[in-house]
């Protein structure tokens, strides 16, 4: 994908600030810090400067588990380096979060049919109203999106390399997905399916036989839900 870029540096030079210039747009215009932002905001402060995951309230501070605690741990990094409450500085991180997000839909477009298809996709992906507005809004979607496009992209290069490195790499990005939203779940199973799917078929991946197949299903499942055994346990004594 760097050789792309090198050899089209201007497309993709003048494609990533458009795409900027449209988060921008966004951000400026109809900043999109609601309800669950503010929910989501007071468990990351909470977190940081009383370490007590949890909600505000009547004087004092509840542990919750309403919220999975990707989310709160990224608001948390924020407010961290520019003050609390810094959701400007939230939204801005999430525009390129976003651009990688388009990056990344490049890399699996290129993979699968080509530069030409990287270049579309790319196209697609900067220009896309709804990532754009997402971006500008203080919520989960925009790194939901980025880690599923992140699972799939290093999906593909495990296939293509067949190293057990590639396939945990693909595991931490799907658990990432997961501890963002619970939806994220889906992800991993729609993963183990197709992984399922062909050990039941004859044709395979090179280099890879149906005990193979299995090894990188376990490895890519247990790596995935790992982190949820430390959040389980922690709302179990709680």
Known sequence: MLEL????????????AAAILLRLIFLLRFPGVVTDSFIYGDIAKNWLQHGVYGLS????????????????????????????????????????????TCFLCAAIGRRLLGPRCAKLAFILATLCPFLADYSAAALTETLEVFFTALTLHLTLRAFERGRLRDWAQCGAACAAAILLRPDGVLLL?????????????PKRSPGMDARSLFRVGVLVAVIALLPLAPWALRNWHV
């Open 5 to 16: 870029v090198r050899k089209n540096l201007r497309f993709f030079g003048l494609f990533s």
């Open 189 to 201: 199973l729609a993963l183990e399916a197709y992984l399922l799917a062909r050990i039941a078929l």
């Open 57 to 100: 309230g009547a004087g004092e501070i509840s542990p919750t588990y309403i919220r999975l605690p990707g989310y709160p741990a990224f608001l948390a990094f924020i407010f961290a380096i520019f003050g609390a409450d810094r959701y400007r500085a939230v939204l801005a991180t999430q525009i390129f979060v976003d651009l990688g």
